[in-house]
């Protein structure tokens, strides 16, 4: 089994975080996004993982390609980086990997969490991950027939057809017949809005009469913004504490401070006169000292004093002081 994983860019969404770290390396609970997307895919499909293919832009540097090197190897697997020149649609990300597509391959999106409990149907030529939602009209969708197959991809729909969001995470039996069809949008310049779109491959597939099926999650967690990154971080803290896992380092230095669970706590973090939690991450190396921290994201080796912190996410190296309550500043940032 070999997993495809498009990173595109750096993500205008969640900047400042996101100028000096790419998206998917930003920490949830204390391991990067796309760390745990692989680790819980690997849960899944309960099979070897071969190989990773990291699809990514090439100013993302050399220390981001060790660091995702570095996780595939921790599951046993190749990495791989591939590089998408331009950003032409989904199709073509994937297709910057195609030396990699044979065999089994799991493609996904690396900006997006799941938990799931399903049993992956590798009889399916496809299995299309999929969320129940309470607003189909935000996502593409699948319709089903009476057999639970996929009969049909929508878009957005303005009427209900569907309440089943395609949240970005696919199974193909053959790498090879994926990349077949998306070599033929690109060949045949079959585009949408200027993109090369997946969904036009696997609509073509199912002309053919390939068989796709639902693999249902019990939870999606996006990491678009800096609100949707916090509440993921909260609630992946809240799943893994619930799952009995040990999330407080035991370099941690402690003076007259409380640490109020869930709470991810790195290597060598100092609290003085600090309350920590619920539902905060704090990365290596961090000090926080006369300030209250719950809902909140820190990476490493930050300083925060004298603050009152809610909903906040702050990034590597950040020196914070202050009475703000919902904040969002960047790696090497400081406000006095």
Not at 56 to 73: R, T
Not at 250 to 256: I, Q, R
Not at 305 to 315: S, Y
């Amino acid at each position: 089994m070999k997993i495809i994983v498009p990173m595109a860019g750096r993500g205008s969404r969640l900047r400042p975080h996101t100028l000096t770290v790419p998206k998917p390396l930003i920490p949830i609970a204390g391991k990067p996004i796309v760390h745990r997307l692989v680790e819980d895919i690997a849960g899944v499909i309960n099979q070897e993982i071969e190989e990773i293919a990291f699809i990514i832009h090439k100013d993302f540097g050399v220390q981001v390609e060790k660091d995702l090197v570095a996780i595939a190897e921790k599951l046993g697997a190749k990495g791989t980086i591939y590089y998408q020149e331009q950003p032409l649609g989904t199709a073509h990300a994937i297709m910057s990997a195609k030396e990699s597509m044979s065999g089994p391959i799991v493609v996904a999106y690396a900006d997006t969490l799941f938990r799931a409990d399903f049993t992956l149907d590798t009889t399916a030529d496809s299995v299309i991950w999929v969320k129940q939602v309470d607003d189909p009209s935000a996502f593409g969708v699948v319709q089903l027939n009476d057999k639970k197959e996929i009969v049909d991809f929508v878009e957005k729909p303005k009427e209900f057809v569907s309440d089943l969001a395609i949240i970005g995470i696919y199974y193909f039996k053959s790498g090879e017949t994926l990349r077949e069809e998306l070599q033929y949008l690109l060949d045949n310049n079959i585009v949408k809005g200027g993109e090369y779109q997946l969904t036009d491959g696997l609509e073509n597939m199912k002309q053919k009469g390939l068989k796709f099926v639902p693999g249902k999650v019990d939870e999606w967690m996006d990491c678009g913004n800096k609100n949707v990154t916090v509440e993921t971080n909260s609630r992946m803290l809240n799943f893994l504490h619930k799952d009995g896992e040990h999330m407080v380092s035991s370099s941690v230095v402690t003076e007259n401070s409380t640490i109020i669970p869930p709470c991810f706590i790195g290597e060598n973090v100092v609290l003085k006169n600090a309350t920590v939690g619920p539902n905060v991450s704090l990365g290596n190396n961090t000090r926080v000292e006369n300030s209250e921290i719950k809902n909140s994201l820190v990476q490493t080796n930050a300083v925060i004093t004298n603050a009152h912190l809610d909903n906040a996410m702050i990034g590597n190296h950040a020196t914070f002081n202050g009475k703000f309550t919902s904040i969002s500043i960047g790696d090497y940032s400081v406000i006095e």
